[in-house]
């Protein structure tokens, strides 16, 4: 079974422009999280999508925003983007909404840099 | 807030020495913990997870909730155990339903 796969793996971009990045989970997950990765910061959850709705939002400005397909398939965006941004973000996904013993598996990343 | 905490950043120890990764977690119900390891240039996978009390490549942690603690142990360390140690946590209900809530990792490193 392939596993969660991201794209792009790098992407540079700079100040105020936008990104969109994108997640394919693994086939029959429905549950998608994002998460931020930042020497300082760590790991940091950014939102869940599960059956193209959006269940949970971390504490991120309102210039993150996400969504979810038909088929599972969740994209995340960034506007106006900030020199703080550069961060691997990072995609898990699972079978269904996150409860009691359902694992995430994490995609390889994407590696965003703001210059 | 709910918060995970790994107190050491950077633990070294010899080959065959025993390990020791602390967690310390603050949450006040019955959260869900768990341990994800990062090899080098290979993506976070799940460890193990505290409800499966199980033992994986030699490593087991017991949740501790009267310390809040989840420490990560193995007897006797291995080489190819080197890796970035995550412990995180879950919160089974409320508004942050479903998340992981991850402490700032524990690079892992054992010498030959």
Known sequence: KAGVTQTPRYLIKTRGQQVTLSCSPISGHRSVSWYQQTPGQGLQFLFEYFSETQRNKGNFPGRFSGRQFSNSRSEMNVSTLELGDSALYLCASSLGTSGRGLEQYFGPGTRLTVL | ?112
């Open chain 2, 1 to 112: 807030a709910q918060r995970v905490t790994q107190p050491e950043k950077l633990l070294s120890v010899f080959k065959g020495a025993p390990v020791e990764l602390k967690c310390n977690y603050s949450y006040s119900g019955s959260p869900e913990l768990f341990w994800y390891v990062q090899y080098s240039r290979q993506r976070l996978q799940l460890l193990l997870r505290h409800i499966s009390r199980e033992s994986i490549k030699g490593f087991t942690a017991d949740l501790n909730k009267g310390e809040t603690s989840f420490h990560l142990k193995k007897p006797f360390a291995q080489e190819e155990d080197s890796a970035m140690y995550y412990c995180a946590l879950r919160v089974p209900y409320g508004g942050s339903q479903g998340n992981l809530i991850f402490g700032k990792g524990t690079k892992l490193s054992v010498k030959p």
